[in-house]
């Protein structure tokens, strides 16, 4: 069974640069083809997708965040990871990872693991 | 980019059916997804592909789609099905609807 793990700062300060790594467990990264997702959720609201990596490192992000996000993998920690540049206080939130869901037969573009969640605070 | 519209909030007695409703241009080309989330819990997929269930999600939840909306129907709802659902599709990017707050009355 994959396990995901956030980890990293609780507190970033305006300006600076949110970094956050995914530790995944019960499987290799680089095994299988699969996304490998950032989503991000401010309390009380929606969820907001940040983007993704496909195993073989292509990215694609959304677009309203793309200039300030940089999402790469580390296959050798099995892990992945998320910048996310210049941030202000519009960026609090909680932070999760995920992988792409998988049936018996075919993959697709929903979550089937998620992480627990961090709670990233943009503050000075 | 594009956008999917849920109503923000749904209210049902227990033992009823719950329907939240998803709109957005791209649907008739892409599949849908929903998820639940309750309280201080990461999201759980409950549909994909329009209307298939993951292993071990209760056959009361279905999925349906109809041109430019999809639905999530909820049958004999039970209290613990109270919760924020959201729908999702993708294209090269990945979209959420805004969330529906199912209330169980």
């Known amino acids: 069974q994959v396990q995901l793990q956030e980890s990293g700062p609780g507190l970033v300060k305006p300006s600076q640069t949110l970094s956050l790594t995914c530790t995944v467990s019960?499987?290799?990264?680089?095994?299988?083809?699969?996304?490998w997702s950032w989503i991000r959720q401010p309390a009380g609201k929606g969820l907001e997708w940040i983007g993704r990596?496909?195993?073989?490192?292509?990215?694609n992000y959304n677009p309203s965040l793309k200039s300030r996000v940089t999402i790469s993998v580390d296959t050798s920690k099995n892990q992945f990871s998320l910048k996310l540049s210049s941030v202000t206080a519009a960026d609090t939130a909680v932070y999760y990872c995920?992988?792409?869901?998988?049936?018996?037969?075919?993959?697709?573009?929903?979550?089937?693991?998620w992480g627990q969640g961090t709670l990233v605070t943009v503050s000075s | 980019s594009y956008e999917l519209t849920q109503p923000p909030s749904v209210s049902v007695s227990p033992g009823q059916t719950a329907r939240i409703t998803c709109s957005g241009d791209?649907?008739?080309?892409?599949?849908a997804y929903w998820y639940q989330q309750k309280p201080g819990q990461a999201p759980v997929l409950v549909i994909y592909?329009?209307?298939e269930r993951p292993s071990g999600i209760p056959e009361r939840f279905s999925g349906s789609s109809s041109g430019t909306t999809v639905t999530l129907t909820i049958s004999g709802v039970q209290a613990e099905d109270e919760a924020d659902y959201y729908c999702?599709?993708?294209?090269?990017?990945?979209?959420f609807g805004g969330g529906t707050k199912l209330t169980v009355l």
């Open positions: 019960g499987g290799s990264i680089s095994s299988g083809s699969y996304y």
């Open positions: 990596i496909y195993t073989s490192g292509s990215t």
């Open positions: 791209a649907l008739p080309k892409q599949y």
């Open positions: 999702q599709s993708a294209d090269s990017t990945v979209v």
């Open positions: 592909k329009d209307s």
């Open positions: 995920a992988r792409q869901y998988c049936s018996s037969t075919s993959c697709y573009a929903a979550v089937g693991y």
